[in-house]
């Protein structure tokens, strides 16, 4: 099903047009109006000046013949002047006002009475003709008048040019203008066009964009509500598109989000809308579905559809797929509680192993509140200093002392009790508050080691877990150097833990931090071993130190489990390394382990995870030998635990 999505105003193009074209001629011709009457009286004006400098010359040489009151020699004199074309008539008065000498082309020569007029006024400005009055005096006598009348032919004749080429340039300018205007409005519905296109359309995939796929939503939504029937929103992330970018490059990543794409279309009905509304992530609205069982059998023909290989330039790429499923209006009424919705839905299915969809259960908010609620108190914590960090003693089966102590982080909340780490330590990884709790444990770690190497006047190792985030982040080989340094703790006590699985997701980074610590002289353990990879050629070239069976292994002992007990022990020799079981919880374990070679111990039998405080107490109590240890970690206060800490990888609390 494709969509059309057009804007409810009218586009620009069409309304660029006339109506310019219009308000240009309008605007040329208030500006040409504008112009010719300027034009007109700057004629008019130039006019005026020439005939009063025709009017001065004529009262100068008719000054001499009216003094001698001789009007034959004034009107010979006015005979022989030469006015030019657009002069009328030239008169000469006496004092009265009465007609001295004078001639006229057209007759025209004012009388007495407005000669007068004239003198009044000084002049006169009519439509047709300008009248202009000059005395004639001498040495400041005043002996007569001389008007002068011409014509505004010249000023019309001027002015009807200059409007004509006016006109002639505006048209040629209305004409450009309306070649432009057409050029204009095409490229501009061209542009609107391809705006359009990209406010709607995913470049890469051509599918519906974030903003299309939901105005959708939002429209089935509104009319599927109206009839009674019900909208499915799929919300499906790719699960390792990631790897497909960084591995092939992201040429190869887009041909792969087409092919997604494609699939995807497949797989949904005809009537259904599928959109790319992220980077790897598609929605797809099933609308309408007569009930939740064929919205789930819509996600699952995806699931399947995109677990086939796919073709990238002749090799195999699998394209797996998480799924979040929510369907209004039974699990959400408005259009943003159906999308969080279905992204919690998602999020649950990449939880629960990725490559399967999920439907929203409302049991699912309650769960997202909680992890909000959980970050939210946790980031609290830490600006209040609620966390605490809790040892667990580590003992040597040979002199069944007290050799070191494992850094175990906990949390007691102030309202809900202390909370497992199982339940915040993920959310912390999650959120990047892991960084700034593992430098925190850190520097706590080796501070508390410090103080104890002075109560038992020996010294003490301490085992610090190091998390995925933190063996990534490349400043932390200086924060383990400034926890010594702030500290005071030799490097040789100081242990970091790490896990199979973080060393192999990326083996040359972790090569190159193992080899700048073991620089340091800090030691280095791989914890849980047996659970993850445990390739032995990765293991022969690691720098560790120390291998910690894993308590799944030791909580099978002695009835079962001692093959592989006994394998990781005999690897552990045949490597020089030392061995540690974590987990031990009867004497029976215990006695098998001491038996098989095992260097150091750990677990409920021998010490619950304590505070500073009671761990020093125990520590008073130099020399103390192993069954010892036991009933002296029975008498140290009990340390508060959740409900569901036991001797379990979930009770330790690692930071992992």
């Known amino acids: 099903m494709t969509t059309k999505h057009a804007s409810d105003t009218k586009p620009l193009a069409d309304t660029f047009g006339l109506g310019q074209l219009v308000a240009a001629a309008t605007a040329l011709f208030v500006a040409g109006c504008i112009l010719a009457a300027f034009q007109f009286m700057s004629l008019r004006q ?129 004409f450009v203008a309306v070649l432009v205007v057409l050029k204009t409005k095409a490229r501009m519905a061209k542009a609107e066009e391809r705006l359009d296109y990209l406010a709607y359309t995913d470049p890469v995939t051509e599918l519906a964009n974030r903003r299309a796929t939901y105005d959708t939503l939002a429209t089935q939504i509104n009319m599927q509500g109206k009839e009674g029937r019900q909208v499915a929103l799929l919300i499906v992330d790719l699960d390792n598109f990631k790897a497909v970018n960084d591995t092939a490059g992201h040429s190869a990543g887009d041909a792969l989000l087409r092919m997604v794409g494609e699939v995807l279309r497949d797989a949904v009905r005809e009537s259904d809308v599928v959109g790319r509304i992220g980077g790897d992530e598609f929605a797809v609205i099933a609308s309408p579905v007569r009930n939740r069982m064929e919205a789930a059998n819509i996600a699952g023909r995806m699931a399947d559809a995109l677990g086939r290989p796919f073709d990238l330039d002749g090799q195999k790429v699998f394209a797996t797929a998480s799924i979040g499923v929510s369907i209004f209006p039974d699990d959400a009424q408005t259009l943003s509680e159906l999308i969080s919705n279905a992204d919690v839905a998602l999020y649950h299915a990449k939880a629960a192993g990725k490559n399967r969809f999920a439907e929203f259960k409302r049991e699912m908010t309650l769960e997202t509140q909680r992890r909000v609620r959980i970050e939210r108190d946790l980031r609290k914590a830490m600006e209040c200093g609620e966390l605490e960090v809790h040892y667990q003693p580590q003992f040597d089966c040979a002199s069944q002392l007290i050799v070191g102590v494992e850094a175990l982080l906990r949390w007691p909340h102030p309202e809900d009790g202390f909370i497992s780490p199982n339940d915040f330590i993920p959310i912390a990884e999650e959120c990047g508050l892991i960084n700034e709790i593992g430098r925190w444990v850190l520097l706590r770690a080796c501070s508390d080691a410090t103080g104890w190497r002075s109560a038992s006047g020996a010294p003490l190792s301490v085992a610090v877990n190091v998390s995925a985030r933190q063996l990534r982040e490349r400043d932390f080989i200086n924060q383990v150097r400034a926890a010594l340094h702030e500290s005071g703790l030799p490097s040789a006590q100081l242990e970091l833990e790490l896990t199979e699985s973080l060393l192999m997701d990326d083996v040359d980074a972790a090569l190159d931090f193992m080899q700048a610590v073991r620089a340091m002289g800090v030691r280095l353990s791989i914890d849980d071993f047996g659970t993850g990879y445990s390739s032995l050629a990765y293991l022969q070239s690691f720098p560790i130190n120390c291998l910690k069976i894993d308590r799944s292994f030791v909580h099978l002992l002695p009835e079962a489990g001692y093959t592989i007990a006994s394998a990781v022990i005999a690897l552990a020799r045949g490597f020089n390394l030392s061995v540690v079981a974590e987990g031990v919880e009867t004497h029976a374990q215990l006695t098998w382990l001491q038996e098989a070679g095992c260097d150091i111990v750990q677990g409920f039998l021998l010490g619950r995870p304590m505070n500073a405080a009671a761990l020093r107490a125990l520590l008073q109590l130099e020399g103390v030998e192993l069954e010892l240890a036991v009933v002296a970690a029975g008498v140290a206060p009990p340390i508060p635990c959740s409900a569901s800490e036991t001797e379990s990888k979930d009770g330790t609390g690692e930071v992992v």
């Open 46 to 174: 130039s006019l005026t000046d020439d005939v009063e400098v025709q009017a001065a010359l004529v009262a100068d040489n008719l000054a001499a013949a009216m003094m001698f009151r001789d009007k034959q020699t004034a009107t010979e004199s006015l005979r022989t002047f030469r006015p030019p074309p657009y002069l009328l008539s030239i008169s000469a008065y006496d004092r009265d006002g009465n007609l001295f000498a004078g001639f006229a082309k057209l007759g025209i020569v004012p009388d007495k009475k407005e000669v007068l007029r004239l003198l009044a006024s000084g002049g006169d400005s009519a439509l047709l003709q300008i009248s202009v009055v000059k005395r004639v005096e001498y040495r400041q006598t005043e002996l007569g008048y001389v008007v002068v009348v011409a014509s505004t032919a010249r000023v019309q004749s001027g002015l009807l040019r200059y409007v004509g080429l006016f006109a002639v340039a505006a048209f040629g300018a209305l």
